[in-house]
């Protein structure tokens, strides 16, 4: 079964707290993405992984960071959440320029 | 830089009207660009509804249509006769081979009437 699961779903978080957003995919993929998605806004890439311990910034890249340990898991940091990181974060996984497989997103609010 | 420009939403459609939802794009970094629409409903995350890699190729799926046209630089979906099970966000996108990242517009929200 083809799918990218993505922990937890919701998440309320003090300002200034860290947050871990997990990601993981069954395709063995080589390529994930972290999106955040606001209204009016569309789908901002924040980080793309070409593999473990291959990562780069996407358009929004602050305030965020990554890690890719396994080529199943990618990992989104908020190092002392901010609330205007409060948004609905989505992880994906593509096999070079294939279809992009999504997660069903985290909904994140910071207070 | 690549950029997705589609229709602002809201969209409201009455069940059995035909739908169009307006897509132009600039790929100034990609030579070849693949089109795809997506389409997220309620609860659910992102999910290709068709692609089209190649200019002036048609794709379809589920009653839904786009053409490639590298003209205009355009990729319009359209449907004939909507259903109330059509209401949904969706995104037109353009990618790239290689691992090119993919570039999404900001999505078009349909609200299909019953």
């Known amino acids: 079964d083809m799918k990218v699961t993505q922990m937890p779903r919701y998440l309320i978080k003090r300002m200034g707290e860290n947050v871990l957003l997990e990601c993981g995919q069954d395709?063995?993929?080589?390529?994930m993405y972290w999106y955040r998605q606001d209204p009016g806004l569309g789908l901002q890439l924040i980080y793309i992984s070409y593999d473990v311990d291959s990562n780069s910034e996407g358009d929004i890249p602050k305030g965020y960071r990554v890690s890719r340990k396994k080529r199943e898991h990618f990992s989104l940091i908020l190092d002392s959440a901010k609330t205007n990181q409060t948004s609905v974060y989505f992880c994906?996984?593509?096999?070079?320029?294939?279809?992009?497989?999504f997660g069903k997103g985290t909904r994140l609010t910071v207070v | 830089g690549d950029s997705v420009t589609q229709t602002e939403g809201p969209v409201t459609v009455s069940e059995s009207e035909s739908l169009i939802i307006n897509c132009t794009y600039s790929a100034t970094s990609i030579a070849y660009p693949n089109l795809f629409w997506y389409v997220r409903y309620p609860g659910e995350g992102l999910q290709l509804l068709l692609k089209?890699?190649?200019?002036?190729q048609k794709g379809s799926s589920r009653g839904f249509e786009a053409t490639y046209n590298k003209e205009t630089t355009s990729f319009h979906l359209q449907k004939a006769s909507v259903q109330e099970s059509d209401s949904a966000v969706y995104y037109c996108?353009?990618?790239?081979?290689?691992?090119?990242?993919?570039?999404f517009g900001s999505g078009t929200r349909l609200l299909v009437s019953p």
């Open positions: 089209v890699i190649t200019a002036g």
């Open positions: 395709m063995s993929h080589e390529t």
């Open positions: 994906a996984s593509s096999r070079q320029d294939t279809e992009v497989f």
């Open positions: 996108a353009l990618g790239g081979t290689g691992g090119y990242k993919v570039v």
